[in-house]
């Protein structure tokens, strides 16, 4: 049976609707790559735009979020981690190419492996534990990140078969791992909330990473080990403006990488659509303004639903603070690896605050951030004997922790975002009269 013409042509029509249109400009900007995404809005299509963006390593200095009824215009200010413009044509069209394919759900994610996903109380050692439970077992870990936020840790950990060199499907195994992971996440004071559960590895990690730690309730819970300053400490505020029934966050924070993302993600997951936005960083701080409704139209309704959005957005952006000093581990890798480092790190006192790590070509090349027991910054002295113990050229110091304080203290910042940013942006966006 043939289809008739015009439904092959609406088809097209339909396809070509649905596919983001994107523009790129490097002659409008003299210090950033300007990108355009116009395309048919659903929910969710924003966190996969920027997804994508952080994916492909870029820094968003600016951005302009704009729905129209059922449409969206996005303008991005991006540069690559350097602070440069994008020249490259081949980058440039994989940028587009990948932009073009958002409404696909495109994700970064890491296939071909058995994912485990591990949310507990954190505590020096913690770590430690886990990976030599994983090297007893024969588990190779292939890659991982690990979060952790007000005394609660999240990884997503993806591991293969020591000998086979496969994903682990055996089911005995597989319960086998989760048992003993799971009486190491529980120690003595966390047998309720320790969870462990076994997946293939089909999810975009950070985002999951977001996903555990807000069902673990970290944004509700005090830290046990003191952070090490309060640099990162985010100044969030929400209000209602209700001529419009839009719900208005805006939050004052220091700038860094992916901080858009985490942002977006943790308003995407907890059910809010951004309808307008305007991200502006200047001088390592960064203020975004959103314009939110629930995913049935509505705005905030209570005072209490406001402090949440507040504690949740404050926590995305803490859990990814860069506190401690960063250790970069580059060595060949091998069976054992990791929890003979990470038990080094314990015999010295060290917790892991954060860990980023990944097998490249049987090479290992993992980031760990380090402070001592109780969250401060850990003695050079220990650092340095610790180094010596894996292996000074394997084990180097990357210390990126000096910063400027910021020019204007949080609460005169906010005062001036609400003062004056709201109602500009108001005005751009057309609604309300100058």
């Known amino acids: 049976m043939e289809w008739p013409t015009y439904l092959d042509e609406y088809e097209k029509l339909i396809t070509r609707m649905s596919t983001p249109r994107v523009m790129i400009d490097n002659a409008g900007c003299s210090n950033a790559t300007r990108l355009m995404i116009d395309s048919a ?44 413009k994008l020249t490259d044509e081949s980058i440039l ?9 958002v ?28 990976f030599a439970v ?47 992971l799971r009486n190491v996440l529980k120690g003595d004071n966390d047998i309720r909330s320790a969870k462990t559960s076994v997946s293939l590895g089909v999810t975009h990690t950070e985002r999951r990473l977001h996903q555990l730690m807000f069902a673990d309730r970290d944004y509700d819970r005090k830290p046990m080990i003191k952070s090490c300053d309060d640099y990162y400490f985010p100044v ?10 839009y719900s208005v966050v805006n939050i004052q924070c220091s700038d860094r990488n992916k901080l858009l993302f985490d942002v977006v993600c943790t308003l995407t997951d907890m059910e809010y659509i951004v309808f307008h936005a305007t991200i502006d960083t200047s001088r390592d701080t960064a203020s975004l303004e959103f314009f939110i409704r629930h995913t049935d139209g509505t705005p905030i309704s209570s005072e ?20 401690g000093v960063r250790l970069e581990l580059s060595a060949a890798d091998r069976k054992g690896l990791l929890a003979d480092v990470m038990r080094t790190f314990r015999e010295n006192g060290l917790n892991v605050t954060r860990a980023e790590i990944s097998t490249t070509q049987d090479k290992a090349l993992n980031i760990f951030y380090v402070t001592d027991a109780i969250g401060n910054l850990a003695d050079p ?8 113990k894996i292996g000074l050229s394997n084990l180097k110091v990357n210390q990126k922790l ?33």
């Not at 002295?381 to 010596?388: A, C, G, L, N």
Request: aromatic share 4%.
């Open 236 to 245: 969030v505020l929400v209000r209602n403006y209700l001529e419009k029934d």
């Open 402 to 434: 000096q910063r400027d304080e910021p020019k204007m203290g949080a609460g005169g910042a906010m005062l001036l975002s609400l003062g004056s940013m709201v109602k500009r942006n108001l005005y751009s966006l057309g609604l309300i009269k100058s």
């Open 304 to 323: 209490a639903e406001k402090q949440r959005v507040i504690l949740c957005l404050q926590a995305a952006i803490e859990r990814r603070a860069s506190q």
């Open 381 to 388: 002295k220990i650092i340095e004997s610790v180094r010596q």
């Open 41 to 84: 809005r659903k929910h969710g299509i924003l966190l996969e735009a920027v997804q994508v963006l952080t994916d492909l390593n870029l820094s968003i200095k600016k951005a302009y979020i704009c729905s129209d009824g059922r449409w969206f215009m996005d303008v991005f200010h991006v540069t690559d981690l350097n602070g440069n």
């Open 134 to 180: 994983l090297s007893n077992l024969s588990c190779n870990v292939v890659d991982a990140k690990v979060w952790t936020h007000n005394g609660r840790i999240a990884s997503l950990i993806y591991v293969k078969d020591d000998d086979s060199g496969s994903p682990i499907e055996d089911s005995q195994k597989l319960d086998l791992i989760g048992a003993m």
């Open 103 to 130: 409404h696909y759900g495109r994700s970064k994610c890491i296939k071909g492996h058995t994912a485990l996903e591990l949310t507990g109380t954190d505590r020096v050692g913690l770590l430690s534990e886990v």
């Open 93 to 101: 069209g994989c940028i587009e190419r990948s932009l073009e394919t």
